[in-house]
């Protein structure tokens, strides 16, 4: 038979209606194709026109461009680091996403995101994520606030194979499997988790073998193929948006090159690269199509010749201005002076303030949800959720699996699409298996998309040593937040700051996060609630004094001032917020305090908040004053469960007392 007659042959052997699509494919992966082929050649030229590594996508490329056929034009999208092609299929200018793989000014976050992080969740491509597994979670609270918009639109998160064996996903499966959400996790399952073949790591043959472990259907198919992946996705997405919940749909492709740009592959096999090449979409689907080798030239150096007058552009764009590198940390803070106080106050207990901030809030507020463990049924375990989840209904107020990354990481998506989360992580201990959808997720939004998005979610949590509270459940960790840029982190420490600053949160454009204070759940005070939302960053005067100052917050602020009450005229200025700091109130208590000054918190004193307050007091102060300045905090111990042992450790009133009448001597 004559290649002539095959050829012809494999024509009559797609349909009609089959070969537009495909052909549409082919031109698409070969246009993905160029742009990485390009992309490569910048970062290996000399000197690099590209820096830092970009990871490819080449060999993959049918999954994002089918996928997205699959797809309702709304519908969003979520990928890793390697993906540029999924940026290109959801319909990002290619200049736009060029210029971010080059970290330039007309780049899509003109630099700030570069090629691993670029972000634009303003349109259907909610970004890419650099941190493996953790789009899972994020794309959990995307889909929460479409269900929540009633919009129909189901999210899509590309993760990779070595990605299944990462916490953040299981904790992403398991709550969008809990609560039936819209999301269908695609796995681009390359057999490759960075240099290790993921073969050494999984004891299932299929990927998608978990899914019935999470009771969502699984699927695996063959990802060079642009109809098997766009029919499967279209029926998972019509099932997820009928209220039918999550699928996992594995598409095996083919890893064409390393695993980044400078990867020289020595750990890899010949033979494995040579079956690679042959499973390449862009060779199996020109062949499907009884493409003639001239034709796809001919498509492959036009593709290749308007990507380099791509890079070329963006070559002769400018660098982003340097002078806007402090821009977009936080959302501008407009300095008005705290709002007065009105109304009559009624006496009630911190957590009853924390219950009847969070009725305020779902009651004026529709963006609100409140969820956690325990947060719904039960009410919270320390009760700031009681009868809410009756009065508000099982879609504002939920329980969640103990999956605090799935918890934060949700609350990060949702935030980002509008909704305003205020999520409960029972303990702050708790956090710290979570930390990445704090710190590398909400903290960084805002300033990688130049202020365009931001993530304003609120985490409640509590911290501090009680009696009896082990090593795991009393750790003072404000400092560790207070570090991070981005991040805003408040500790009230009485009933009224409980009810004003949550609602302060709730209104702040950026995450915020609140270290309640446990110890202090049932003690009552005066708490106005009709009062305005009071600005966020403001510190406030406890005591007036002029002999001494003691600077301090969240659970140490009653020892203050039992310590204050002990000594004459010293002053007492309770912080309240870390993120921002009150510089103006600090300097002008310590200022009246003529530089005498003790610094008391709970947590240990090594790299403490305390640490930060004394040296920016020497920063701005120093040449004023001189300060005489002591830290009472609990030594750089462990904390032991038995209280006799925990109160020798912990700051006390005594204590500070001691500190004060040092520095006045
Ligand atoms: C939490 C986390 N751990 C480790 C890494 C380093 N890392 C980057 S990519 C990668 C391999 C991931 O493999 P896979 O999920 O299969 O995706 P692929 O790179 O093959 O697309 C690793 C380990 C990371 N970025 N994030």
Redesign the pocket.
């Known amino acids: 038979m004559s290649t002539a007659e095959t050829a012809a042959q494999r024509k009559h052997s797609v349909a009609d209606s089959d070969r537009a699509y495909l052909l549409d494919c082919l031109k698409q992966i070969i246009h993905i194709r160029a742009f990485e082929q390009c992309a490569l050649e910048a970062s290996q030229a000399t000197p690099p026109k590209v820096v830092g590594s970009i990871?490819l996508c080449a060999g993959?490329e049918a999954v994002p461009v089918a996928a997205v056929a699959g797809l309702d034009s709304s519908d969003q999208i979520i990928s890793?680091?390697?993906g540029h092609g999924w940026a290109l299929a959801s319909g990002l200018p290619v200049l736009e996403v060029f210029g971010e793989v080059c970290q330039s000014s007309i780049g899509i976050n003109g630099g700030r995101g570069g090629s691993a992080y670029l972000m634009a969740p303003w349109t259907r491509f909610i970004g890419e994520n650099?941190?493996?597994?953790?789009g899972v979670p994020i794309a959990c609270g995307v889909a929460q606030a479409n269900i929540a918009a009633g919009n129909g639109r189901v999210v899509v998160v590309s993760?990779?194979?070595?990605?299944?064996n990462?916490g953040s996903t299981h904790e992403g499966l398991a709550f969008a499997a809990a609560r039936d959400l819209p999301v269908l996790i695609v796995c681009?399952?390359?057999g490759?988790?960075?240099l290790t073949p993921?073969s050494l790591t999984f004891k299932i043959a299929r990927i998608a073998q978990r899914a019935s472990g999470y009771g969502m259907p699984g699927m695996t198919i063959d990802g060079t193929d642009p109809i098997a992946i766009r029919d499967t996705i279209r029926h998972a997405a019509d099932r997820a948006r009928g209220g039918g919940g999550p699928a996992l749909i594995e598409c095996r492709v083919p890893?064409l090159w390393g695993?980044y740009n400078r990867d020289i592959e020595h750990y890899r096999s010949k033979e494995d690269r040579q079956s690679a090449a042959e499973r390449d979409p862009i060779v199996l689907l020109s062949k499907r199509l009884a493409m003639d080798q001239q034709e796809l030239d001919n498509l492959i150096a036009i593709a290749k010749s308007e990507m380099d007058a791509v890079l070329e552009k963006v070559l002769a764009s400018p660098l982003p201005d340097a002078a806007t590198a402090l821009d977009h940390v936080w959302a501008p803070i407009t300095h008005s002076a705290p709002a007065p106080e009105n109304g009559e106050p009624r006496t009630m207990s911190y957590i009853q303030a924390v219950n009847e901030a969070l009725t305020h809030e779902l009651e004026t507020r529709p963006e609100v949800v409140v969820y956690g463990e325990d947060v719904g049924q039960a009410g919270g375990i320390f009760g700031a959720s009681r009868g809410l989840l009756k009065t508000y209904g099982a879609q504002r107020v939920f329980d969640t699996p103990i999956s605090e990354s799935a918890i934060l990481g949700s609350a990060v998506g949702a935030a980002l699409m509008g909704m305003k989360p205020i999520v409960e992580i029972m303990w702050a201990d708790f956090m710290l298996v979570a930390l990445?959808q704090l710190i590398n997720q909400a903290a960084n939004i805002r300033y990688v998309t130049a202020g365009r998005s931001s993530v304003p979610l609120v985490v409640r949590t509590q911290q501090g040593a009680t009696a009896g509270s082990c090593a795991q459940h009393s750790q003072s960790l404000e400092a560790l937040l207070a570090h991070i840029p981005g991040l805003r982190i408040a500790l009230p420490a009485t009933p009224q700051d409980a009810y004003d600053i949550l609602r302060s949160a709730v209104a702040s454009p950026d995450p915020c996060v609140l270290f309640e204070a446990r110890g202090l759940y049932q003690s009552s005070g005066p708490v106005r609630t009709s009062g305005p939302i009071q600005p966020i960053g403001k510190a406030k005067v406890r005591r007036q004094g002029t002999g001494a100052a003691i600077v301090t917050w969240g659970t140490m602020l009653g020892a203050a001032l039992e310590a204050a009450d002990a000594i004459r005229n010293v002053g007492v200025i309770d912080l309240r917020w870390l993120s921002p700091l009150d510089e103006d109130s600090l300097c002008q208590v310590v200022l009246e305090a003529g530089g005498r000054v003790v610094v008391a918190h709970e947590a240990n004193l090594t790299g403490g908040f305390g640490a930060e307050i004394v040296a920016r007091l020497h920063e701005m102060l120093g040449d004023r004053l001189p300060l005489k300045i002591k830290r009472v905090g609990s030594p750089d111990v462990r904390m032991p469960a038995s209280p006799v042992l925990a109160q020798r450790l912990l700051p006390n009133a005594e204590k500070i007392a001691a500190a004060v009448r040092a520095i006045l001597i």
């Not at 650099?130 to 953790?134: K, P, R």
């Not at 993760?159 to 299944?164: E, M, S």
């Open positions: 990871h993959q890793t680091y390697r650099s941190i493996v597994g953790a993760i990779g194979d070595g990605a299944f990462q681009e399952n390359n490759w988790s960075e993921t890893r695993h990445d």
